[in-house]
Nanobody, 114 residues
Framework: VQLVETGGGLVLPGGSLRLSCAVS????????MAWYRQAPGKLREAVAT???????FYGDFVQGRFTISRDNAKNTLDLQMNSLKPEDTAIYYC?????????WGQGTQVTVSS
């Protein structure tokens, strides 16, 4: 499966961004999908996860600011991010759990800075 993220960029603190992941196959009904992020010098961490059944989990740091969603017709996985903080600066990756491991897109840079 191929994953291509778009939507990153530079945003002011308190601003919003919407990330989108184009998925090459319709796997939402069978595969866990997620957004992860990795900041310089830090481990990759889970931002939001959605299961085939539609259960959603967010990292503790999200605190109601982000929303993950999927569009089965378009094969896209989105992440709406509001009230962004400088500490949200990272490369954001779209992931799909395939068989026994995560498959990742190339990532999209999100920079929150004034």
């Amino acid at each position: 499966v191929q994953l291509v993220e778009t939507g990153g960029g530079l945003v002011l603190p308190g601003g919003s961004l919407r990330l989108s992941c184009a998925v090459s196959e319709n796997i939402f009904a069978t595969n866990i999908m997620a957004w992860y992020r990795q900041a310089p010098g830090k481990l990759r961490e889970a931002v939001a996860t959605i299961t085939p059944g539609g259960n959603i989990f967010y990292g503790d740091f999200v605190q109601g600011r982000f929303t993950i969603s999927r569009d089965n017709a378009k094969n896209t996985l989105d992440l709406q991010m509001n009230s962004l903080k400088p500490e949200d600066t990272a490369i954001y990756y779209c992931g799909a759990w395939v068989t026994t491991k995560w498959q990742w897109g190339q990532g999209t840079q999100v920079t929150v800075s004034s």
